[in-house]
């Protein structure tokens, strides 16, 4: 019996045990089908969201496609189908299979956009539909697009109507271009909002109105081109917070006033274009302080004053162009020695004083234009030395002397106008090696002695005067 109670003792534990496992067990198994049930319905709406958003992209793209015109819908023959990520062209996804880039530049696009539901794509960041032939106003649910999109590039198009402010939006833009369309009306102030801008061209479009101080808000930006529009009024002083500009091109308006001061703020400037406007006072002189400056023109204005120190210290210089105001100064003290200088033009201004013979170590050099100015003296033949000159214009001033036999020998000259001078003596025969002249014209000069035989060498020669 001892054993027997014993051994009834000793299964005692395991009657406790079994159904304590067993309750263990199915609490198990209740949690294990508990996290299924939860992990699938956390992820079911996350797959069948995304699937849903994908559908309604493609919708959209297809939706556009179908409103342009049928050849334009030809070339987009690679959209079709519910999977815009799948090789359509142009279109580019994320990870996630949402788009991501519109890339359709220079497909001859004919159409308009107001059949892309632009808050149908949520994830773009880029749209390019540059140089395309679409047309039409530019919707206001522009506003609608990603707020994640860095650049918009619907340049060389036929658009037309106004700039929505709704741009202004876009707040993570750093590219935006709308050049050389039909947009009319003011630049927006919203474009101020953009922040983020390092690119901003609105040139060649019909915009009017004076530039937006909000200009000046856009700290970020290296290229900024308003030109060729119909803009008035004074450059906003607030454009000197721009102090990383690289390119700014405003010529072609009907701008007018002087350069504000602020402007010796941008000291990183490459090319500044003033142009075609009304411009007057001086020109702006710290120009070239940062010793960076490549292309400057002022053409076409009212600018009065001398040369700007910066600029006559300014090796970087590569094209110049001045012609067409009243501009003043020694032109001996004005300029300097340009090393990289191809093109400079200073006619039509008031220059006064002699040539120097530092423009022959302009070894660069293509074209020179002086011409209609008060020069006076001999011309240096120094000039000989600039091996690259390909026009040389020096008429209308007061020249006088010899023309220096030197000018025979630049290989590359096909225009020589000296006409309308004081220059005096015989012409030199060196002029005869001079096999490219195309154009020359010594006219109204007192030059005396038989016209040289060796000009017959010229094979190329369209324009020849020598009429006194």
């Known amino acids: ?4 109670y014993s051994s009834s003792y000793s299964l005692l534990p395991q009657l406790i045990i079994t159904p304590c496992f067993f309750i263990f067990l199915i609490f198990l198994l209740y949690s294990i089908s508990l996290f299924h049930v939860t992990f699938t319905s956390a992820s079911t709406p996350t797959t069948s969201l995304l699937k ?34 799948h090789h359509w062209f142009g279109v580019t996804c994320h990870k996630s299979g949402s788009v991501s880039n519109l890339d359709l530049d220079s497909c001859g696009l004919r159409g308009t956009l107001h059949n892309l539901n632009f808050s149908s794509l949520p994830n773009l960041l880029t749209l390019n539909l540059y140089n395309n032939s679409l047309y039409g106003t530019i919707s206001i649910n522009i506003g609608n697009l990603s707020k994640l999109i860095t650049s918009l590039d619907f340049g060389f198009n036929h658009f037309s109507g106004a700039i929505s402010p709704q741009l202004g939006f876009l707040t993570s833009l750093s590219f935006l271009a709308l050049a050389s369309n039909n947009f009319r009306g003011p630049i927006p102030s919203s474009i101020g909002n953009l922040r983020n801008l390092t690119t901003l061209y609105l040139h060649t479009n019909k915009l009017s109105g004076s530039i937006p101080q909000e200009i000046g808000l856009l700290r970020s930006l290296n290229n900024l ?33 002087a350069i504000p001061l602020e402007m010796n703020n941008i000291t990183h400037l490459k090319s500044l274009q003033l142009s075609e406007n009304n411009f007057i ?33 300014c090796t970087s210089l590569f094209r110049v162009r001045l012609e067409r105001n009243q501009l003043t100064g020694d032109i001996a003290e004005s300029f300097g020695v340009y090393p990289t200088l191809n093109y400079i033009d200073l006619s039509s201004n008031n220059f006064y004083g002699e040539l120097s ?20 003296g001999a011309i240096p033949p120094q000039l000989g030395k600039a091996i690259q000159l390909q026009q040389l214009d020096l008429s209308a001033n007061h020249l006088s002397g010899k023309i220096p036999k030197e000018l025979g020998i630049l290989p590359l000259l096909f225009k020589l106008l000296l006409g309308d001078n004081n220059l005096s003596s015989s012409i030199p025969l060196e002029l005869g090696n001079l096999s490219n002249l195309e154009i020359l014209n010594l006219a109204s000069n007192n030059l005396s002695g038989p016209i040289p035989k060796q000009l017959g060498n010229f094979l190329k020669l369209q324009f020849f005067n020598l009429i006194k």
Request: with cysteine; hydrophobic share 35%; proline share 5%.
């Open 52 to 85: 849903v958003e994908q559908d309604q992209e493609a919708l959209t793209l297809l939706t556009w496609k179908a409103s342009l015109d049928n050849q334009t819908q030809s070339f987009l023959s690679s959209w079709f189908g519910r999977n815009s990520c």
């Open 281 to 313: 006072g001086q020109l702006p002189q710290e120009i070239c302080l940062g010793s960076v400056l490549e292309n400057f023109t002022a053409t076409g204005n009212h600018f009065t004053g001398p040369i700007p120190k910066s600029l006559k210290n």
């Open 1 to 4: 019996m001892a054993l027997e």
């Open 357 to 376: 013979e530092k423009w022959g170590q302009c070894h660069m050099l293509t074209s020179l234009n002086i011409s209609n100015n008060n020069i006076s």
């Open 225 to 257: 081109a308003l030109s060729t529009n119909n803009l008035i009024g004074p450059i906003p002083p607030s454009i000197g917070n721009l102090s990383s500009l690289t390119f700014l091109f405003l010529n072609d308006n009907e701008l007018s006033g």
